[in-house]
């Protein structure tokens, strides 16, 4: 660590003009998550703080800051669909967070097409080209190392369908960056694509042998 390192203690702020936690966890995948409230109102709400927990069962989760309507819709109903947010669906998604009423359907306000799931209730965005339906497991309010509770709401998901279109599998495998993800970086508005031509090839070292 250089000696002119940036150093500060988040409870007493940042001093910069963004806060660079976000921008060093980056760029981070998004959770764009569609939901259905009791009464039936469709909700489509994309969040930053989202990712792959668990292999089996496969498990995924996203924060929510506060309790906002995919929160309460997955609590009533215990379902959720997530939805690949691409570069040609971004514009949508960005729409997809605008602060509305409960009441507003987002499909409807980002010009999406809300597809029945084939396990689920939640529709998912028929424009997106990988889905997973999920049945809730956790919601859990995060707390500070005080043991004090958060705003923060973080919802757990079992992913019991998957839907992948046909052509981002080659000989069998998904291929990421045909799928060309948008995921966000850092600063109040940066996101990230990648490409084929930052792949690069890293074998997982063999675990070492015991010694008899």
Sequence with gaps: ?????HFYEPAAGHGLPHSPFNSIIAPRPIGWISSRSADGVLNLAPY????????????????????????????ETG???????????????NESARIVDKQVDEFA??????????????PHVAEARVV????ATQIIRL??????PTETRMVF???????????LLVDGIYQTALADPVSRGGGPATYFTISEESRFEMPR???????A
Excluded: Q
Excluded at 79 to 93: G, K, P, V
Excluded at 109 to 121: E, K, M, V
Excluded at 205 to 211: G, L, Q, T, V, Y
């Design 109 to 122: 306000l980002a010009g999406l097409t809300p597809a029945p799931s084939r396990i689920i209730d939640v």
């Design 143 to 148: 707390e500070d190392a005080a043991g004090v």
């Design 79 to 93: 379902e959720f669909c997530w939805n690949l947010a691409t570069r040609d669906l971004a514009e949508a998604m």
């Design 48 to 75: 930053s703080f989202f990712n792959a927990f668990s292999y089996t069962p496969p498990l995924i989760g996203f924060a929510s800051i506060g309790e906002k309507d995919s929160v309460t819709n997955i609590r």
């Design 205 to 211: 070292p063999e675990a070492r042998r015991s010694e």
């Design 1 to 5: 660590m250089p000696n002119n390192a």
């Design 157 to 167: 998901g079992e992913v019991v369908g998957v839907h992948i279109d046909r052509e």
């Design 132 to 135: 997973f339906e999920c049945r």
